[in-house]
Each structure stands twice: as structure tokens, then as C-alpha cells.
């Protein structure tokens, strides 16, 4: 299988914005009258928190039942009680509502499916295609071969359909110990595809399940149970990743052997994304050992961590639209999922001013008792969101960039003699500064033009700076977080050492910062611009009149930048 780097393989649409071909192969059999509906599932396993890989494979499940008018199941496949946990299938549910999908009535367990599973077993060991082997997990790994040599026969293949009836009956009374016999089809030893060598089917595994409790001892392997819930819930087309590719045979060769409705699976290639590591486990690792803060670490590419960042559900479901579906495996740029990001924040988000590294500028000629309500745009892209009050008095915040004692060409922002336009506010001209004893500036002092309120000056002169700024008596302390790639590397997943790996910058906190005075009053997971600054959403540490705030993504847009390059580079060619 080939991966490729950067954008999706355009070549599986039919046409540049056609439809891709798992909706080529539904338009076909509703046409042709094969299914009268279509109806889809997905299928989590509860053993960790969902991340944008699984966002991917919702947004293709719900998304294409939604489009043609069918339906979707959430199924939980819940055959692991030592790693699943109800903590898992609660905030699995929560997170696929939150992306803006409902499976209405339609949830359903494997575990619900237990027994027929067991009947099924049965059936196989009557018909002589299933028999329970006293092998070792270590010693069924060395029988199976190799991908260029076959698979040697287990010394138990042989028993009786009556003698492996019994154990397997006596495995669920549990009359053997743990690993000590597993129950396994009888396929091909020698076939060229290793999943079709005698898989195991059950495990004898004493430990409590989170929805049977104690009832089991036994239990079905994954692969014996996903094509078979798929088959009991009539799944007409059966979507999974294209590492299942190599398993379809042996789901195929089970409903066929048990003479079961046949869902058709379909792989489609899955989310792959620079600087982002997808991996359960070793997500889990990062947990445990505090690498991170946990699942919702607003670092992490879970749903919960993209959630507590302020990544609005929309914007991730443009960015598997604008990802696609397709054959072969791609490396998509995270700077795409930020774009959608910064698209569908640009449209919503509110504008706030803050001041994140603060210095005190004093307007020397402004009124000390004044107290000033300037008008201010509450989001240039809706004129419906209005405006706001904000206040500007004689001694305000400004960023601590936003003035240089010697600046270099075209630096245009705040320095001795010259003029800038306060965001909002008035034209102030820098008269003077203060410094400490270690040579920091501490203080800057100007004078303002009371003609140029709002921002625009009557005689027409202009001014190439604009800064923002808080008035320091109405000004809300808070504290802001700057997040960036967990990752160092575009592929961690590759990496020898993940540790080694691992971005020492991707977390800055920001304590004493300044907003405006109306960010005493957000509310948890509001998501805001600050001007300048770019878009951030409240945390939920926040306190009142204390909040905390995670800087979502930057205002620069990498990945218009990128295609805007390719784009000139056609042109060119």
C-alpha cells in the first residue's frame, strides 16, 4: 500500500468535487434496487478517548447515512474488559453529539450479542470448522509462519467435533485456567494472507465487564465479533480503515460458513496528519506518565483535547469534508485542520482586546478623572453581533512589542516622536519613556490628539500604526496559554524515542495578562479573537473574575499561504 505526503489522492473522485467512491458503490446499489436504504455503523472500541482519526470515520459513517437518507448505529465493541471502561463509552457518546451526529434509538453492544456469538462458536465446532487448541500464546505465533513461509498445524487441529464441543463447553464453565486453551477456526495454515491461519476466535479471560460482569469467562476476539454484529444489525455497507483490508477474508469466510446475512465492507484510507501521533496506547502513555495534563490536553488530537482548545465541531467536520475519502493512505498538513479552524472562528468568534506581556503607557494631557466609553466592532465579519462599550482612560496597557526606544525600518508601531493610532481610541504621540535599574522599560508616556477620537483623524493625516491596548483601571487580570505542536517531528509515531521527540515549548502559560473589561463576564468554552493576538477560548479553570484562556490557533494562516504558493506555481508551469 502507498502513502502518500500532503493532500488526498484526488484520483479515487471521479471528478474534481464528484463523488468519491464509496458514494459511486452506494448511488449503485440504490439505484439498482439492491438496498432500499443504506445503513452504516460505527464501531469504537471503549478502551480510550476518541481523536481526530475516529473524527474522520464518524464524520464518513453519520455523514454518508445523513446524506442519502439512511441510517447509523453507534455499535460499541466491547470484547476487552481488561482495557474498556464505562468512563470511556460515556465520553464517547458525549463527543460524537458534540461533532453534531445522533444515532437516535440505534445504540447497541457487542456484548449484547454474547450468547449468539457463543451459539455461532458452537456451530462452527459441530461442523469441523473450529477446534480448541492447547497451545501457548507464544507457541501459536511460532506455528503461524511468516509472510513468506506458511503455518505449521497445531497438534490439537486434529481433535473430534464431540471432544472440542466439550472443552469449548467446559472452557465457558470455566473449568480451565486463564490462556491455557483458546478456541480457533480451522482455515489454512498455509494460506498467504496470515489472518486466514486458524485465527483465535475465543480466549478464556476472567476479568469484570463493564456492562456482563462476572457472567463470562470466555470471550470472542475482535475479529469474530465485528462482522458478526454488523451481520445481526443489517449493515449494508460495513466502512472501516484500510488496515482492515487483510481481515475482510476471514469476516467474509465466517457469515459464509454460518450461513449469515453478508454486510459488504469497504476500506477507505485513514486520517493521517503531520506532527500528530493517533495511537491509543501510546496516547495512554503520555497520560500516565503526565507527559500531558490528560485526554482533554488541549496539546492531545483527541476530541476532548481539540474540545478544551476551542476547536468549534463544524470546523473539524469542513476538515474531513476537505480531506475526503479515498484508497490510499495520505499525510494531510495540520496546518489544514487549522485553517478550517481559523475559517469557521473568523465567522463567530467575538473580538476582544488583550495584552498579553503588558507595559504602561500614560496619555499625559488626558484628564486624570476622565473615563471614556469608545465604540468597538464586536466582529467585523456580522454586522448582527453589534458593538461594545470599552473604556479608555488616562493610563492604559499596551504589548510590550508594540514600542521600541531605537526600532528598525519599517518597524511602524510606538517609539520616541512618533505618532500611532490607539485601536478604537485616539492618534498619541510618544513624548517619552521610563526604565528601571536593570534597563527594562517600564513606562511609556505620550500625548494624544483629542480631534482624532475614534480613530480617524479631521485634517486627513495618516498614520501607519495601529496597536491595541486595555485601560489599566477597568482592566480583567488573567492568565493565557499558548499551545504548539506536541511534536518536533512531522511523523512521532515513527520516531525510536517519542520522548525525545516531544516539542519542550508546546506549552507556555501567560500569568498577569490584561483584558478588556468585558472579559470579566465570559463563560466556559466561549471563543473569542483577541485582537492581533488570535483566537483563544475559555478554560475550564477559569474563576470569576480570574479566567483562563487557551490560545486556539494563531491569526496567520500557514496553509492559505501554501496553497496560494502551489497555486502560483501552476500558474507558472
Sequence with gaps: MSDKTNKPDENERADAGGPHFIEQIIQEDLASGKHERIHTRFPPEPNGYLHIGHAKAICVNFGLAKKYDGLCNLRFDDTNPTKEETEYVDAIQDDIRWLGFDWEDRLYYASDYFEQLYAWAEK?????????????????????????????????RDRSAEENLDLFRRMRAGEFPDGSKVLRAKIDMASGNINMR??????????????????????????????????????????????????????????????????????????NMSYTMVTKRKLLKLVQEGTVSGWDDPRMPT???MRRRGYPPAAIRNFCDMVGVAKVNSTVDLAMLEYCVRQEL?????????????????????????????????????????????????????????FMEDPPKKYFRLS??????????YFVT???????????????????????RGGDSPDGRRVKGTIHWVSAA??????????????????????????????????????????????????????????????????????????????TVGLRDSWAKIQKQQAGGKKKG
Design 474 to 551: 477597568h482592566a480583567v487580570p488573567c492568565e493565557v496559554r499558548l499551545y504548539d505542536n506536541l511534536f518536533t517531528v512531522p511523523d512521532p509515531a515513527a520516531a525510536e524515542d517519542v520522548q525525545a521527540a516531544l516539542n519542550p515549548d508546546s506549552l507556555q502559560v501567560l500569568t498577569g495578562c490584561m483584558g478588556e473589561r468585558s472579559l470579566g463576564e465570559v463563560e466556559e468554552g466561549q471563543r473569542l479573537q483577541f485582537e492581533r493576538q488570535g483566537y483563544f477560548c475559555v478554560d475550564p479553570d477559569s474563576k470569576p473574575g480570574a479566567p483562563v484562556f487557551n490560545r
Design 198 to 271: 486458524d485465527p483465535v476466535l475465543y480466549r478464556i479471560l476472567r476479568a469484570h465487564h463493564h456492562r456482563t460482569g462476572d457472567d463470562w469467562c470466555i470471550y470472542p476476539m475482535y475479529d469474530f465479533t465485528h462482522g458478526q454484529s454488523d451481520s445481526i444489525e443489517k449493515i449494508t455497507h460495513s466502512l472501516c480503515t484500510l488496515e482492515f483490508e487483510a481481515h475482510r477474508p476471514l469476516y467474509d469466510w465466517l457469515t459464509e460458513n454460518l450461513e449469515i446475512y453478508p454486510p459488504r465492507q469497504i476500506e477507505f484510507a485513514r486520517l
Design 346 to 402: 473568523n465567522l463567530h468568534a467575538l473580538r476582544r482586546m488583550t495584552v498579553l506581556h503588558p507595559l504602561k503607557l500614560v496619555i499625559e494631557n488626558y484628564p486624570e478623572d476622565q473615563v471614556e466609553e469608545m465604540d468597538a466592532v464586536n466582529n467585523p465579519e456580522k454586522e448582527s453581533d453589534g458593538s461594545r462599550k470599552v473604556p479608555f482612560s488616562r493610563e492604559l496597557w499596551i504589548e510590550k512589542a508594540d
Design 303 to 305: 476530541i476532548r483535547g
Design 416 to 425: 520616541p516622536g512618533r505618532e500611532v493610532r490607539l485601536r478604537y481610541g
Design 430 to 452: 510618544c513624548t517619552g519613556f521610563e526604565k528601571n535599574d536593570a534597563g527594562e522599560i517600564t513606562e511609556v508616556r505620550c500625548t494624544y490628539d483629542p480631534a482624532t
Design 124 to 156: 462452527l465446532i459441530q461442523e469441523g470448522r473450529a477446534y480448541v487448541d492447547d497451545l501457548s500464546a507464544d507457541e501459536i505465533r511460532a506455528h503461524r509462519g511468516t509472510l513468506t513461509e506458511p503455518g505449521k498445524n497445531s497438534p490439537y
